[in-house]
């Protein structure tokens, strides 16, 4: 079964979990990104000074993670890329204008060398990011990268809310 196709019925399934929805996004996500060795969904706070991950997906030892938060004072330059441009395509995420803020207190201690991140909506208004990360080496996203991640996005956007 095509991936999207299956988290679509997920998605909108009442009788499925929020949780499991989450998780679910994240591992076709992951399936469908390569290189993805992390997958994460972020929201942001009402007054977009702030963004929380409300789950975070790592691929290489199958478990979740959640309740990070990043606030906009510390990585402004990052919250004016991704609400501005709606995606960060950083292969080197290290020395990306909009992501090397990042590097001493995320990508050192989490080994982060790319990132691809893309941002969530309800009713036209961002209301998230779905993140990308490739640890331990630098990854270079394809086109098709960005268009399953992009796919992924428009489906979760329309099936699910993530300020609930």
């Known amino acids: 079964m095509d991936p ?15 949780e499991d929805k989450l998780e679910e996004i994240c591992r076709i996500t992951s399936s469908l990104v390569k290189g993805a060795d ?35 004072a510390d990585f402004d330059s990052y919250f004016k890329g991704i609400l501005e441009k709606e995606v960060i395509n950083a292969p080197e995420a290290r ?7 990042f590097n001493e207190s995320y990508f050192n ?14 009713d036209f208004s961002p209301t998230g990011v779905i ?3 490739s640890v ?3 990854n270079y996203w394809s086109n ?5 991640l992009r796919r992924v996005s428009n489906a979760s956007s329309m099936y699910f809310t993530y300020n609930g």
């Open 4 to 18: 999207l196709i299956k988290l679509t019925i997920k998605l909108t399934n009442p009788k499925v979990s929020v």
């Open 109 to 122: 201690p989490l080994n982060i060398h790319s990132l691809l991140d893309f941002i969530l909506h309800e």
């Open 144 to 148: 098709d990268n960005i268009d399953s």
């Open 38 to 72: 992390r997958v994460s969904l972020w929201r942001f706070n009402e007054s977009f000074d702030a963004i929380e991950a409300i789950i975070c997906y790592d691929v290489k030892s199958n478990s979740f993670t959640c309740g990070q938060k990043l606030n906009r």
């Open 131 to 133: 993140c990308c990360e």
């Open 95 to 101: 020395t990306n204008p909009f992501t090397m803020c």
């Open 136 to 138: 331990g080496k630098v």
